[in-house]
């Protein structure tokens, strides 16, 4: 066994770390590279193999926020759409849900639609719902629809037919003959074959919009990679947390969108803990998601581009894309993010951030805008680790805040601090109290060059007593890259499927070539599952099927469709049931990760103090800072420096070492 890397690309840093065959670890944090992100990855793995063979390394697994970012920028190829005679329409009108502000703009003006409506052209042909053909395809209406879109020098093209799911037949003898003059064609029964003609458009078009980018992307990564002798076959990880190869990532791309967050959820998924709030702080955006039972939430459709709401992603307000993806609240909330006033005189904090380049003004890269990674420097919670911070330029851009507020620099650092905090919380707030779950009950796992900072105010606010901040928490998600398992999913929306053994044989035997493994193989796990719904509704839940693919007993399946819409809606509903869409997942487990072995703590007490900020003990005080390294117990206050990130104890809270040398945090009970 060989070594292994995990390169994560955030907006802010790109994290690179390598694995021995051990479990020994080499991390690298470097500045991110918005240029050209390949420039960053070469730099982070050029240094975790200072003195390490490059032919040694067997493995690549790749983590970046470039999909989404080129969704929300605009930045994609231009995208020609083509449908069924009468359907044109559909992407142009779309649909919008008018929420926070947009509710009182009397001149508001909807986002622009994905594919212009002179990009959208229309065949003719019909297939029914079951799959019957009611119009056959007319191939000259094909021929002249390529020929428009080669003439208006469009080189990417979205396929969806209606109905196509049921019946692919028509739609891929368009993409046959469009692909005779259009270099990349899309066609929906091939990226996600599932009911709502909409939602399915929306996805084909955005794997049309980003494919080409990343299609290069993934291309001349693997040829810098192989310049600096890594010749490891390159996979990247996918929105729902599997890993596929980076060759099926490029004709699949629309799967990367939420590639980035995903890694983080795996690692805290690893952190021992059944329960866990996984919130991830980086130095652009915060993120949370709920693991119960080990294992991340899952939802089968979310949303690009869209308003935030508490953290989350409103339905309607962005682009729909319908594949699996860890369920996930967001907010424009991290290390990089600025400190402003509004018209009014109060202060906010982000959504914008300094990202890299030019970065927080105590980076010394020219930034002068106070940020949240300022203000903790301000509070003394920071110290030079991966790269050299200025204090003095800190100080002078909270200035620009503390003169205008009438207060000192201090108050409006420590303003900032629980600014953030409370932004971060509302995130924790989405995908626990909104969906039902008490938060009490679970740990809270921070990481990312930010999170360690803030997780125990964070967790205050939600009556959680327990902080989690693993091991290399700077860079945990480059490391939850390394324990993602191989594997993809398929769906098929099939109404009144005669034997369902077929249709789910079908799919996983799909699945496993996309990984270039077989059902039968050793190790290779099928999980399978339906969408169910009561018969004239019209939104379906998701449910278990058996492990087997054999007919699953009609009570025992109605069973778990109701308890799950009771635990769901809170309704207690009976009645008769239909079965929409078959959903298979293939997974290739990976190779066990070697524990990182507990170093005993040092008897030589903290390495240091540093006069930090708390409010409880009225402001500067001089508290003890130590490493995992001397760390027995720590009583708040006091700091924990990490090489990529600092642990914050407040007062009322108690740090310790823990197995795998994660720090936990207690809080301590209430007189």
Not at 185 to 190: L, P, Q, T
Not at 408 to 422: F, G
Request: charged residues 20%; neutral net charge.
């Amino acid at each position: 066994m060989g070594y292994a890397i995990g390169i994560d690309v955030g907006g802010t840093f790109t994290d690179v770390v390598l694995r021995g065959h051990v479990g020994e670890v080499t991390v690298a944090k470097c500045l991110s590279t918005p240029y050209d992100p390949i420039a960053g990855i070469a730099d982070g793995v050029t240094r975790v193999l200072a003195g390490v063979d490059p032919a040694s390394v067997t493995r690549v697994v790749h983590a970046t926020t470039l999909a989404t970012n080129a969704v929300l920028e605009r930045k994609g190829v231009r995208v020609a759409y083509v449908t069924t005679r009468g359907f044109r329409s559909v992407v142009p009108l779309g649909r919008y849900a008018r929420v926070e502000e947009d509710r009182y703009d009397l001149r508001f003006t909807p986002p622009p639609p994905p594919v212009a409506a002179g990009d959208c052209f229309e065949v003719v042909e019909r297939v029914s719902a079951r799959g019957a053909v009611l119009t056959p395809l007319d191939l000259e209406s094909v021929r002249r629809v390529a020929a428009e879109i080669a003439r208006r020098g469009i080189t990417s093209a979205a396929v969806c037919l209606m109905h196509s799911y049921a019946n692919p037949g028509h739609e891929r003898q368009v993409a046959a003959i469009l692909r005779e003059s259009v270099e990349n064609v899309v066609v929906s029964s091939e990226v996600w074959p599932e009911i709502r003609e909409y939602e399915r458009a929306t996805t084909t078009i955005m794997s049309a919009y980003i494919g080409p980018i990343m299609a290069s992307y993934l291309s001349r990564l693997r040829d810098q990679l192989a310049s600096l002798g890594v010749r490891a076959p390159v996979h990247v990880m996918e929105s729902s947390g599997g890993v596929i190869s980076a060759e099926l990532a490029a004709r699949r791309a629309v799967a990367m969108i939420e590639s980035g967050p995903a890694a983080g959820v795996l690692a805290a998924a690893g952190s021992g803990f059944a329960n866990v709030i996984s919130f991830d702080m980086g130095g652009t955006t915060a993120k949370t998601c709920v693991v119960r039972d080990g294992r991340p939430e899952i939802t089968h459709e979310f949303h690009v581009g869209g308003k935030g709401s508490f953290g989350g992603r409103r339905a309607g307000t962005g682009v729909p894309i319908k594949t699996p993806a860890i369920d996930l609240a967001e907010v424009g909330a991290g290390g990089g993010s600025i400190a402003w006033l509004d018209a009014a005189g109060a202060l906010r904090v982000g959504p914008h951030s300094a990202g890299s380049d030019p970065g927080p003004a105590c980076y010394g890269l020219g930034g002068s805008e106070p940020t949240v990674t300022d203000a903790n420097l301000v509070l003394g919670y920071l110290a030079s680790a991966s790269i050299p911070l200025s204090a003095p330029l800190a100080d002078k851009a909270l200035e620009r805040l503390a003169g205008p507020l009438g207060v000192s620099r201090a108050a409006a650092a420590h303003a900032v601090h629980e600014i953030v905090s409370a932004s971060m919380a509302s995130a924790v707030h989405v995908v626990t109290v909104q969906r039902g779950i008490d938060p009490r009950g679970y740990a809270l796992v921070a990481f990312g060059g930010a999170g360690p900072m803030h997780a125990a105010r964070v967790a205050e606010r939600f009556g959680i007593a327990t902080v989690v901040v693993p091991a290399h928490c700077g860079v945990a998600s480059a490391a939850g890259l390394l324990v993602g398992d191989l594997s993809t999913d398929r769906v098929l929306s099939r109404l009144d499927a005669g034997d369902p053994s077929e249709v789910f044989d079908s799919l996983a035997a799909a699945a496993a070539q996309d990984l270039g493994v077989s059902p039968a193989d050793p190790g290779v796990r099928v999980s399978r599952s339906v969408d169910v719904r009561f018969r004239g509704q019209s939104h379906d839940l998701t449910v278990p099927w058996s492990s087997s693919g054999t007919e699953l007993p009609r009570k025992e399946l109605e069973a778990r469709f109701f308890d799950r819409y009771e635990r769901v809606y809170g309704i207690s509903q009976r009645g008769e049931v239909e079965i929409v869409s078959y959903r298979v997942r293939v997974t290739l487990p990976a190779a066990p990760v070697p524990a990182i072995a507990g170093v005993p703590a040092a008897s030589s007490g903290p390495v240091g103090v540093r006069s930090a900020y708390f409010a409880e003990v009225g402001g500067y005080a001089e508290v003890p800072v130590h490493t995992r390294d001397t760390l027995a117990v720590l009583p708040g206050p006091g700091i924990i420096e990490d090489a990529e990130s600092t642990i914050v104890v407040p007062p009322g809270w108690v740090a310790t070492l823990g197995p795998a040398r994660a720090v936990h945090l207690k809080r301590e009970p209430h007189e």
